[in-house]
Each structure stands twice: as structure tokens, then as C-alpha cells.
């Protein structure tokens, strides 16, 4: 019994002593050396961006939309959806039945004010020649201006009248008032349409597009006339540059979003009416201190950078400014010269041993 007792106890120790081994699998993987890579903290300038949505639409007067000028029949459209057109070309005929018959009509009202103004100026004439020889009184000559004179109002009026008909059966034919593009074309010849149809083709010059991006209440003083702005996602795979244009001055309190114009700084590769992504710059912070976005660790409120220190990793609170796609402002918690890790530093536990990959 009393040898039994003593070969537990030998075994108790040596498993303790086992335990606290420096061969522990736990030890060994505390220790483990961490490979990273770091950048240095820098100073520099940074712009912040807002990112809104946006949609392609055309400049003010870089639009031209064709309506019915009355009840008519389309006798012709020789433009489909993105043809190219030059400035004079047809666009849309109309027959207009009324127009026609009262062009017709007023030319002839013209027609007959004019022989009727060719018969008062005979009578006026055989009646002086009348006054001269003792035949006519001048009561009757004086009879005879005056209807002169009315005959001479009278086609004027009626002159009048078919140029306004003229004017209307003119508006018949719709012309191209710049080089553009037809962007959309609701009917097709023989349609019968009237001015309350809507528009029934529409050209768009596309070296005047613009996009109108709804802005959130909170970002429009930060946006500002003039400021740059990039857009991505046209069907060649470019990005194009744009610029604000206007802002409204005065918003209402009531208002969640505000609409902010922005130019294409050149032809632009987007269809009118496509939504597109738009960042704009805004503010700029100069020569303030970076460091790389993929340094900066969100730890629920908190955030933090983890700096090589002599083989190992510091963790170290910051407070941040401005970002962008690649870098952010630092405020406080690091310098200048320092080097951030960048990879592999979630999770990673302060102080944890590091081993830097060269460049």
C-alpha cells in the first residue's frame, strides 16, 4: 500500500513538470513570429470625396423636343434612335389638314383684296380724271381716296392673315436647330397625333450633357462650384471627369437632399437617362499626417494602427480625419516616420511578435 502511494505521488510530480515544460504546444504558438508588411506614416495632403448617384440628362438648351403643332397625321419621320443629325435636317413632316385649308383660304382673301384695291384705284382715277373736265364733284373724288384707302387696309389685313397661315403650315415641317443625337422617338409615320401627345422625337447635342446627382443636406456645403469630380462606369470602360456647375444657394430645412449639376469636361460615353456613379471632391486637408487605408483597424467604436517597434507589434488608438481610396488622416496616435503594419494585423495581439518582409 505504502509503495502504491509513493508511485501516484512520482507520477503526479511528473506530470506537473511535463505541464510546465518549455515545449508546451500552447507556449509555442504564443510565440510565433508574425509575418508583415508596414509602410511609413507620411505628411500630406488629402481631399475627401462624397459618393452619390447621379443621372445623365441634357444641358440647359442642349435638348430639342418635337411636338404636334395641332391635330395632324405624321407623314414622315427619316430619324431613328441614334442617328446622327445635322442642324437643318428634317426631322419630322406633319400633315395638317386645317392649317392647309386655311393657308388656302387666306391666300385667297388675298386675291381678292387685291383686285379689290385695283378697282378702287381705277374708280379713283376715272373720277379725277371726271373732277378735272367739270363732271365729278369733289365730294366724289374725295369718296373715291377713301375707298382707295380702305381697299389698301384690307389686303394688308389679309396679307397678314396668310402669312399667319403660312407660318402655321411652316411648323408642319420640324428641322434639327443643332448637330445631335436622336435619343428617343415615340411614333412612326401615319400616327395621328396632337399638340397634347407628348414629344414624339427628341434630339440631344452630346457634347452638352450633364448629370444631376441628388446631394444629402448634410454634404452640400461641402460641395462648391467648380469642384472636380469623377465618373465611372461608361460601356468602354473609361472614366470621366466632370465639374460642378451650380448648387442651389438656399435650401429648406425640410429638405433631406439637394440637386448639384455637374459638366462632362468632354463628349461623355453615357446614354441620356442612365444612372451613374459619381464621386466629387470636397474638402482638402494639407500636409497632415497618413497613413495607408489598409493600416487603420475598426475595433467596434475605436480605431487603431498597429506600428513595428523593434520586432514587435504596438497597438496604438488614433483618431482619424479625412479618407480617401488610399490613405487616411491621422490626428493623433502616431508620427511621421513611423511604420504601420498592413497586413495580417487583424486580430493580432499587442505586443505579438513580427517579422517584416523586405520590399
Same mark, same amino acid.
Given at each position: 500500500?505504502?509503495?502504491?502511494? $509513493?508511485?501516484?505521488a512520482?507520477g503526479?510530480v511528473?506530470?506537473?513538470m511535463?505541464?510546465?515544460?518549455?515545449?508546451?504546444?500552447?507556449?509555442?504558438?504564443s510565440?510565433a513570429? !508574425? =509575418?508583415?508588411?508596414?509602410?511609413?506614416?507620411?505628411?500630406g495632403?488629402i481631399?475627401?470625396?462624397?459618393?452619390?448617384?447621379?443621372?445623365?440628362t441634357?444641358?440647359?438648351? %442642349?435638348?430639342?423636343?418635337?411636338v404636334?403643332?395641332d391635330a395632324?397625321?405624321?407623314?414622315?419621320?427619316?430619324?431613328?434612335v441614334?442617328?446622327? #443629325?445635322?442642324?437643318?435636317d +428634317?426631322?419630322v413632316?406633319?400633315d395638317?389638314?386645317?392649317?392647309?385649308?386655311?393657308?388656302?383660304?387666306?391666300q385667297?382673301? +388675298?386675291?381678292r383684296?387685291?383686285?379689290g384695291?385695283a378697282?378702287?384705284?381705277?374708280?379713283?382715277?376715272?373720277?379725277?380724271? *371726271?373732277?378735272t $373736265?367739270?363732271?365729278?364733284a369733289?365730294?366724289? /373724288?374725295?369718296d373715291?381716296?377713301?375707298? /382707295? &384707302?380702305?381697299?389698301?387696309? %384690307?389686303l394688308?389685313?389679309?396679307?397678314?392673315?396668310?402669312? &399667319?397661315?403660312? @407660318?402655321v403650315?411652316?411648323?408642319?415641317t420640324?428641322r434639327?436647330t443643332?448637330?445631335?443625337? #436622336?435619343?428617343?422617338?415615340?411614333?412612326?409615320?401615319?400616327?395621328? #397625333?396632337?399638340?397634347?401627345?407628348?414629344?414624339?422625337l427628341?434630339v440631344?447635342d =452630346?457634347?452638352r450633357?450633364? !448629370?444631376v446627382?441628388?446631394?444629402p443636406? &448634410?454634404?452640400?456645403?461641402? !460641395?462648391?462650384v467648380? %469642384?472636380?469630380a469623377?465618373?465611372?462606369? &461608361?460601356?468602354?470602360g473609361?472614366a470621366?471627369?466632370l465639374?460642378? +456647375?451650380?448648387?442651389?444657394?438656399?435650401v429648406q430645412?425640410?429638405?433631406?437632399?439637394?440637386?448639384?449639376? *455637374?459638366?462632362? @469636361?468632354?463628349?461623355?460615353p453615357?446614354?441620356?437617362?442612365s444612372?451613374?456613379?459619381?464621386?466629387?471632391?470636397a474638402?482638402?486637408?494639407?500636409? !497632415?499626417?497618413?497613413?495607408?487605408?489598409?493600416? +487603420?483597424?475598426?475595433?467596434?467604436?475605436?480605431?487603431? /494602427?498597429?506600428?513595428?517597434?523593434?520586432?514587435?507589434?504596438?497597438?496604438r488608438?488614433v483618431?482619424?480625419?479625412?479618407?480617401?481610396?488610399?490613405?487616411?488622416?491621422?490626428?493623433?496616435?502616431v508620427?511621421?516616420g513611423?511604420? #504601420?503594419?498592413t497586413?495580417?494585423?487583424?486580430?493580432?495581439?499587442?505586443?505579438?511578435?513580427i517579422?517584416?518582409?523586405?520590399?
Amino acid at each position: 500500500m505504502t509503495h502504491l502511494l $509513493r508511485t501516484t505521488a512520482l507520477g503526479l510530480v511528473l506530470f506537473a513538470m511535463a505541464a510546465c515544460s518549455p515545449g508546451s504546444s500552447d507556449d509555442t504558438a504564443s510565440d510565433a513570429t !508574425v =509575418p508583415v508588411t508596414t509602410a511609413a506614416v507620411t505628411v500630406g495632403d488629402i481631399t475627401a470625396t462624397i459618393h452619390v448617384t447621379g443621372l445623365v440628362t441634357p444641358a440647359p438648351g %442642349a435638348a430639342l423636343m418635337v411636338v404636334a403643332p395641332d391635330a395632324a397625321r405624321i407623314a414622315a419621320i427619316p430619324r431613328a434612335v441614334g442617328d446622327l #443629325v445635322h442642324r437643318g435636317d +428634317v426631322l419630322v413632316r406633319f400633315d395638317i389638314p386645317s392649317s392647309t385649308a386655311e393657308l388656302s383660304r387666306q391666300q385667297a382673301e +388675298v386675291g381678292r383684296a387685291e383686285a379689290g384695291l385695283a378697282n378702287a384705284q381705277a374708280a379713283e382715277t376715272r373720277m379725277q380724271d *371726271l373732277f378735272t $373736265r367739270g363732271v365729278a364733284a369733289r365730294k366724289e /373724288v374725295e369718296d373715291a381716296a377713301r375707298a /382707295v &384707302a380702305d381697299a389698301q387696309a %384690307a389686303l394688308a389685313s389679309a396679307r397678314a392673315s396668310a402669312q &399667319a397661315a403660312a @407660318t402655321v403650315v411652316g411648323r408642319s415641317t420640324a428641322r434639327a436647330t443643332f448637330d445631335g443625337i #436622336v435619343s428617343a422617338r415615340t411614333h412612326d409615320p401615319g400616327d395621328m #397625333v396632337d399638340s397634347g401627345s407628348g414629344p414624339i422625337l427628341q434630339v440631344v447635342d =452630346p457634347t452638352r450633357l450633364e !448629370v444631376v446627382a441628388q446631394i444629402p443636406l &448634410a454634404d452640400v456645403s461641402r !460641395v462648391r462650384v467648380g %469642384a472636380s469630380a469623377h465618373a465611372d462606369g &461608361a460601356t468602354d470602360g473609361t472614366a470621366s471627369t466632370l465639374r460642378v +456647375v451650380s448648387r442651389p444657394a438656399a435650401v429648406q430645412a425640410t429638405t433631406t437632399t439637394v440637386p448639384v449639376r *455637374l459638366a462632362f @469636361t468632354k463628349t461623355a460615353p453615357y446614354p441620356v437617362g442612365s444612372p451613374i456613379e459619381v464621386t466629387i471632391d470636397a474638402e482638402t486637408h494639407r500636409q !497632415v499626417t497618413l497613413v495607408p487605408a489598409a493600416a +487603420v483597424v475598426q475595433e467596434g467604436a475605436e480605431a487603431a /494602427v498597429f506600428v513595428a517597434n523593434g520586432g514587435k507589434a504596438e497597438r496604438r488608438i488614433v483618431q482619424v480625419g479625412l479618407e480617401d481610396a488610399e490613405h487616411v488622416e491621422i490626428t493623433s496616435g502616431v508620427k511621421a516616420g513611423e511604420a #504601420v503594419i498592413t497586413t495580417n494585423q487583424n486580430g493580432l495581439p499587442d505586443g505579438a511578435a513580427i517579422a517584416v518582409a523586405k520590399p
